[in-house]
């Protein structure tokens, strides 16, 4: 009931196209749903997050859709570029704030093409 | 943007071995994380600490393993006894509150041969 489930494991798309990456998640306890940027060699860096009381949250180029009723969500990267080429995890943890565990789904392998 | 700096990027070690990695976070921040990342694989929480002692802590944190803050800057993460299935990339993680951003470190890849 812990677990993260994010599809796909990777993805390759052209420059300007829309990648659109998914996760699932079981434990209604989770309200905080962050996703995680990683480059080679480089920690996990936090791109945008939501909590369950909004449906989705834009922030530039990133957008999160989150579906309560599904338990879902997803990130969407409107007009990529190669350098958003990294693995892209998405998150969650329960409680008060963001102090809690967090939950890792398995990863996207993004790359996008010129 | 502010850094959480961790030593050694790479550490190689003989099975059985101890090891200390080492992790100076972000000044003022109070909330300190371990996760490691098996290549390839999706990062996973070991332990969180808080106010000088461990609030929270996976199956993955066992006896083998331990925390601290020695002089009030720097958090540690010891392994007394090294195995083979603990190589792997272990990042450290601070942040300030409950409800700020988590930042990571670049991570410490561990190699136990």
């Known amino acids: 009931q812990q677990q993260v489930k994010q599809s796909p494991q990777s993805l390759i798309v052209q420059k300007g196209g829309i990648p659109i990456i998914n996760c699932a998640y079981e434990?209604?306890?989770?309200?905080?749903f962050p996703w995680y940027q990683q480059f080679p060699g480089k920690g996990p860096a936090l791109l945008i997050a939501?909590?369950?009381?909004?449906s989705e949250k834009k922030e530039g180029r990133f957008t999160i859709s989150f579906n309560k009723s599904a338990k879902q969500f997803s990130l969407h990267i409107m007009d990529s570029q190669p350098g958003d080429s990294a693995t892209y995890f998405c998150?969650?943890?329960?409680?008060?704030?963001?102090?809690?565990?967090?939950?890792f789904g398995t990863g996207t392998r993004l790359q996008v093409t010129l | 943007e502010p850094e959480v700096t961790q030593t050694p990027s790479h550490q190689v070690t003989q099975m059985g071995q101890e090891v200390i990695l080492r992790c100076v976070p972000i000044?003022?921040?109070?909330?300190f994380y371990w996760y490691r990342q098996i290549l390839g694989q999706k990062v996973e929480f070991l332990v969180s600490?808080?106010?000088?002692?461990?609030?929270?802590k996976s199956e993955i944190f066992d006896d083998q393993f331990s925390v601290e803050r020695p002089d009030g800057s720097n958090f540690t993460l010891k392994i007394r006894s090294t195995k083979l299935e603990d190589s792997a990339m272990y990042f450290c993680?601070?942040?300030?509150?409950?409800?700020?951003?988590?930042?990571f470190g670049s991570g410490t890849q561990l190699s136990v041969l």
């Open positions: 939501i909590r369950p009381d909004v």
């Open positions: 600490f808080y106010n000088n002692e461990i609030s929270e």
């Open positions: 000044s003022n921040h109070l909330y």
């Open positions: 434990n209604t306890a989770f309200d905080y």
């Open positions: 998150a969650a943890s329960k409680g008060t704030g963001t102090a809690s565990k967090l939950t």
């Open positions: 993680a601070t942040h300030r509150d409950h409800n700020e951003k988590l930042f």
